[in-house]
């Protein structure tokens, strides 16, 4: 057991029973109406039945409700939080209540955009808001709240100089831009108490220009202490560098853990270190090193809410490391709701269950990537013995060969923790194993499951099949091209990935593609981290052009206007156009008429880790 991280610590006079936090976020497993639903109450139960010792829940004061976080706007919604305080305090973990607006005008009548548009009169009403808020969260037994000021919310914008240009009282130097928050804290412990705890969450660096830094954040916490608050708790950002708000894998683990190190220096209350911290481990490096008092740790409890009792060896089963993929956490809008690829089983408590087998069929599954592996996982979970055939060496399918370009090393934890689960539960990987009709007529399973992936897809241009020409999975298994100067054919997500990783060797490269936006499907936060990298390397790029023939060491292109044009002294070419599906198993139904074939993952359908894995998780709740 770590010594320093499962340690009890004070926020004002509430014992918080660790120091792990599950920090706030907007998970849209709500009603429309703002009301939490059992979907809300199984997400906050499984991560403090988990060992969470504090959770941060947000609750809009006032602004338009929707599923994105629960309300607290009036007392209608007092019975939603009595209940979540119930669910929380069971388990022994302590509830605060995040107060994160929408925006104030929302549904106000008031067009309030910046802080220069308020009145007085509105901030009189703003204030209040807050105060009252929180004076329910108390009602509803609620431990504490937490006021937003990070990431560019009501608060944080008054907050920051790169918003807040008042030149009355409200604005101006650090105690100016402090002096909302101030009286918000005033108010709230005039109207609760001066003993009901509150945290101020805050942006220590901003990074962007004209924004604050950890020094001008530090100064505006230490006012703020004047005022009574309880704790700090130091995030990141704003949307105009939206990357670290949610730092995905491009960004070092605990990259904003010396953020936290300066206002521990500074402030005398507890402070509170996020950021990509994403295992135990870290945790207690961060709180054994004196960097923070706790440690607030989000997507890492999203990918296994296990995470603290696993630490504590109260479940043995190994830990679902999150990747900082930010594929499904980051793209809500795509999903409609917060999903993971380590945890297909994220928000989707009642919907996808693994109910135990009476009477378990022989299950063959064919391939050890992502789908095979989650599909074997969720069969063991069921009661199944699964059956597993690699036709490599070793498990992991495209995931291995994906993990292979710059930033990406974190997505072998896909493979790692299952193979890891597989073998805890006694089920064998047979590797160098193809399946085909002997092995199956062999085997006789009741059920074969085809997982079996996909392979790069060769467009039809003359002179592609030369020998200077290579597909991507043969560059990322280790063949390299020859010469100095490459072409890559596809600026999609992996011709992206390909340019990176060639031109970090040193070879200059010229990325050709009919698109004009580079790896277009790839989330926001990721691919500006990704391209960034890009723009420092030796990558020429031809946006809006189709490749027409390859004769190396030329390659003819034809623009968007019908000009065509040469790339010459090209050494080789590496092919990334997108993939095709290998499901050559599925044939072999009419072969073997009384087993069932099951196609999951890419060899239905390439397309990301993510979808596989959750389709995989859904077939297995159904077999």
Not at 150 to 169: I, K, L, Q, W
Not at 379 to 400: D, H
Request: contains cysteine.
């Amino acid at each position: 057991m770590n010594s320093h991280v499962f340690t009890p610590i004070k926020i004002g006079p509430v014992t918080i029973k660790n120091r792990i936090a599950l920090p706030s976020m907007c998970v849209f497993f709500c009603d429309p109406d703002g009301h939490m639903n059992d979907t809300f109450y199984d997400y906050v139960e499984e991560r403090v039945r988990g060992g969470a010792g504090l959770v941060i829940i947000p609750g809009s004061p006032h602004g338009k409700v929707s599923k994105g976080r629960p309300a607290l706007s009036d007392d209608s919604y007092i019975p939603d939080w009595e209940k979540l305080a119930a669910v929380t305090h069971k388990y022994g973990a302590s509830l605060f209540c995040q107060l994160h607006p929408a925006k104030f005008q929302a549904g106000r009548g008031m067009e309030v955009e910046t802080p220069m548009d308020y009145s007085e009169e509105q901030l009189s009403t703003l204030i209040r808001s807050y105060a009252e808020c929180a004076r329910r969260c108390q009602k509803a037994g609620a431990d504490g709240v937490e006021i937003h000021g990070g990431h560019a919310h009501e608060v944080a914008m008054f907050m920051s100089p790169f918003y807040n240009f008042r030149t009355d009282g409200y604005g101006g130097d650090a105690r100016g831009r402090a002096r909302l928050p101030y009286e918000i804290i005033q108010a709230i412990k005039e109207l609760c108490g001066k003993d009901y705890p509150v945290i101020m969450r805050i942006s220590g660096n901003e990074y962007v220009e004209g924004g604050r830094d950890i020094k001008d954040s530090a100064e505006i916490c230490k006012i703020l202490e004047g005022a009574g608050v309880d704790a700090i708790h130091v995030t990141a950002g704003m949307p105009a560098s939206d990357g670290y708000i949610s730092a995905p894998m491009d960004v070092e683990d605990a990259f904003n853990a010396e953020a936290a190190v300066y206002m521990k220096s500074q402030v005398s209350v507890p402070v509170i270190a996020v950021n990509r911290i994403v295992d135990i481990a870290e945790a207690e490096a961060v709180i054994a090193g004196g960097k923070a008092d706790m440690v607030a740790m989000a997507r890492a409890q999203l990918a296994d809410p296990e995470l603290v009792n696993k630490a504590l060896g109260l479940c043995d089963d190994p830990v679902r490391r999150c990747l900082g993929c930010n594929q499904g956490c980051r793209d809500a809008a795509v999903y409609k709701k917060i999903v993971c690829m380590q945890n297909p089983f994220l928000g989707f408590s009642r919907e996808r269950i693994l109910a135990p087998v009476t009477k378990p069929k022989k299950i063959l599954i064919a391939g050890a990537g992502p789908a095979g592996l989650e599909m074997a996982v969720d069969l063991v979970k069921r009661g199944y013995l699964p059956e597993i055939c690699e036709k490599a060496p070793v498990p992991g399918g495209l995931i291995r060969l994906a993990a292979r370009t710059p930033k990406k090393e974190n997505l072998n934890s896909i493979t790692e923790y299952r193979v890891d689960y597989l073998k805890k539960h006694g089920v064998d990987i047979r590797c160098n194993t193809l399946v085909d009709a002997g092995l199956i007529a062999a085997e006789k399973p009741d059920v074969v499951v085809v997982a079996t992936g996909s392979v790069p897809v060769v467009p039809s241009i003359p002179g592609i099949r030369g020998q200077k020409v290579w597909l991507c999975d043969d560059v990322l298994e280790g063949s390299i091209p020859d010469g100095e100067h490459v072409a890559v054919l596809g600026g999609g997500l992996i011709g992206c990935e390909i340019a990176d990783l060639l031109a970090a060797m040193g070879k200059k490269v010229e990325l050709i593609d009919m698109i004009t936006k580079l790896a277009q499907d790839l989330n926001p936060s990721r691919r500006r981290f990704m391209l960034e990298r890009m723009s420092l390397l030796p990558i020429n790029y031809h946006l809006g052009k189709k490749v027409t023939g390859i004769d190396l060491p030329e390659v003819r292109i034809l623009n968007e206007d019908g000009v065509s044009d040469l790339i010459g002294d090209i050494d080789a070419l590496v092919v990334c156009a997108g993939r095709r599906p290998v499901d050559d198993l599925m044939k072999l139904s009419e072969t073997f008429p009384e087993i069932r074939f099951v196609n999951i993952g890419d060899s239905r359908k390439a397309g990301l880790a993510l979808n596989a894995i959750h389709e995989a998780a859904v077939t297995a709740c159904t077999l």
